[in-house]
């Protein structure tokens, strides 16, 4: 059943992608947690699905309504690491693209990373392996190939919002 879904993900590497294939790919939790992980995409699996259904609007004019994701729960995964009590924001990235939550925020029932799109695996361009999902959410907010997970007791400033708009501005 797990390699089923493990043989249905787009063929890596893709280009830029951080790791050469899917068997390398490795999601890191650390920060202020008790259990600092390194999941692979084979436990991520293992954990409870999730769907959720949204529209996704994105600030650079365009919509889908509708979508439907599948995913586990940031909650379930920080579960693991045990975020210390004095925590307060996680952080959510792919490289420099990041995208800063408070911790209340974050463990929501509806808070996901999700691996699946429209019953399908999700693909490359769009986030593969692991892409944030949460609802009412701004499109930038939805960090697509999420590595790390950072969790903080400071609040520090994220890059999706600022990245996203500067795309904006240099077109036509
Ligand atoms: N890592 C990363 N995630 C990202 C972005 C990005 O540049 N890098 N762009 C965001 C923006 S502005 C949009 S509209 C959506 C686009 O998602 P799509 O390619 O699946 O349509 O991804 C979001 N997530
Ligand atoms: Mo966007």
């Known amino acids: 059943m797990l390699r ?15 790791y050469r294939s899917v068997d390398e790919f490795i999601l890191r939790i650390s920060g202020a947690v008790v259990r600092p992980q390194t999941l692979r995409l084979e436990d ?3 954990l409870p699905k ?11 004019g365009w919509s889908v309504k509708g979508v439907v994701w599948g995913g586990v729960r ?6 693991l690491a045990e975020p210390k009590p004095t925590s307060r924001y996680v952080l959510f990235k792919a490289g420099v693209f990041t995208k800063l939550m408070d911790m209340r925020s974050a463990t929501r029932d509806d808070t996901i990373l999700a691996y699946s799109y429209k019953g399908e695996m999700l693909k490359y361009e769009h986030g593969a392996p692991l892409r944030l999902i949460f609802p009412s959410q701004q499109c930038y907010e939805s960090v697509k190939w999420v590595d790390a997970i950072d969790v903080l007791e400071q609040p520090t400033k994220d890059t999706g919002r600022e ?7 240099t077109k036509s």
């Open 74 to 79: 940031v909650k379930d995964l920080l579960a």
């Open 50 to 60: 999730v769907n959720l259904t949204s529209d996704f609007t994105c600030v650079e």
């Open 163 to 169: 990245i996203a708009l500067s795309r904006i501005q």
């Open 44 to 46: 991520i699996l293992k």
């Open 4 to 18: 089923g879904v493990l043989e249905d993900l787009p063929k890596f590497p893709p280009k830029n992608a951080p």
